[in-house]
């Protein structure tokens, strides 16, 4: 209990610092930048208004709550460097959490890279890995692309960041609106901030950022002061990868695949959701994940944001046992999908499916 009030007040000094900040520029072009506020928001009307108090109920939830055993045990790790890559194909690594190496036409693209022990600003306290990452910044393979969804812990870490531009200096970097700076400290140098439905569009790769039910923050003083987003990705072959990043379930769904077309791989979210009048705002479940796969039309799917960090209350092995009887239910077979395990990669094949 020492250990999070002192993480709390460490919270509130850092947030005071970054609320200060010059760089916190506003971006009165967005249609997404509410002036008045000086924040982002859906134009769905999409709130997460917890605050202060709601976060301190959840982690007051947390110190009573019976111990998880995966919390002790963790999961089973593949060694991703024991398991051949597709040489002319598609395959996807799961580092864990939302961190995928995906590769297709020798084109590698790197997700929500998080290497470190904890998904927290600090190194004594906050969520701790139950399983370790698939790789290191250090034995990471060529990395071409990287796409940082939204600033959250979990998501943006600026150790893991800083370890891989000292490895990989000319990876191009693509976020959502005031993000950039963060990147840039790390050590980047190619780094692109764009809009939702806006696309970079260079080498033959076009990554356009697309709409999603979620909020950022990195302290309890700057919610909403930066875009999230999910990620298209179309390759030069045309082949299309969607990454979700971190999203309750909405419309955003339907419409991405309206304008940008049908994905033939998607990574979405299964974790994270309980206790649900809290997260509804901000994490699907996995039944609601399935309505994801099926609004997308996707080809097939990597199921993310479970099993790596203990961040919610449900039990860290309960969302792909859900996941499954969700499947059934909506007669999908389980093979397009899949919730791997930490580090295995899954040859997609020639076609990427």
């Not at 790769?205 to 990195?218: F, I, L, Y």
């Not at 309750?248 to 299964?270: M, N, Q």
């Not at 199921?303 to 909506?330: D, I, M, N």
Request: proline residues 7%; negative net charge.
């Amino acid at each position: 209990m020492i250990i999070f009030w002192r993480s709390l007040a460490l919270i509130i000094v850092v947030g005071l610092a970054v609320t200060g900040c010059s760089s916190m520029k506003p971006y009165m072009e967005s249609p997404q930048y509410d002036e008045a506020s000086k924040r982002f928001q859906h134009p769905a009307g999409y709130r997460n208004d917890k605050g202060l108090f709601d976060l301190l109920g959840l982690a007051g939830a947390f110190f009573t709550r019976e111990k998880d055993p995966a919390e002790r045990d963790g999961f089973p790790l593949r060694d991703p460097a024991a398991q051949p890559p597709a040489t002319d194909g598609t395959d996807v690594t799961w580092i864990g959490h939302a961190s995928l190496l995906f590769r297709h036409g020798g084109v590698s693209v790197l997700t929500d890279p998080v290497f470190s022990e904890r998904a927290s600003p600090f190194r004594f306290s906050g969520p701790k890995r139950v399983v370790p990452a698939a790789y290191t910044p250090e034995s990471l393979p060529h990395v071409d692309i990287i796409v940082i969804s939204h600033a959250h812990y979990d998501h943006l870490d600026m150790p893991s960041l800083r370890r891989l531009a000292v490895e990989q200096p000319d990876i191009r970097v693509i976020v959502p609106l005031g993000l950039a700076h963060y990147v840039r400290r790390a050590g980047f140098t190619d780094v692109t901030e764009i809009d939702w439905w806006q696309t970079d569009q260079r080498d033959g790769v076009d990554v356009t950022a697309t709409p999603v039910r979620h909020w950022a923050s990195r302290t309890p003083f700057d919610r909403n002061r930066t875009l999230w987003a999910g990620f298209m990705i179309t390759f030069r072959d045309g082949y299309r990868f969607y990454f979700a990043g971190d999203t309750g379930y909405s419309a955003d769904f339907t419409a991405t695949r309206e304008r940008l077309g049908a994905p033939d791989f998607a990574a979405i979210p299964i974790g994270a959701y309980e206790p649900r009048d809290f997260m509804r705002e901000s994490h699907c479940t996995p039944e609601e994940a399935v309505q994801i796969f099926r609004d997308l039309d996707a080809g097939s799917a990597v199921a993310v944001h479970w099993g790596t960090f203990k961040l919610t209350l449900e039990p860290l092995a309960e969302p792909p046992v859900r996941l499954r009887a969700a499947l059934a239910e909506a007669g999908i077979a389980e093979r397009r999908f899949r919730a791997l395990t930490h580090g295995e990669r899954w040859n997609l094949g020639q076609s990427g499916n």
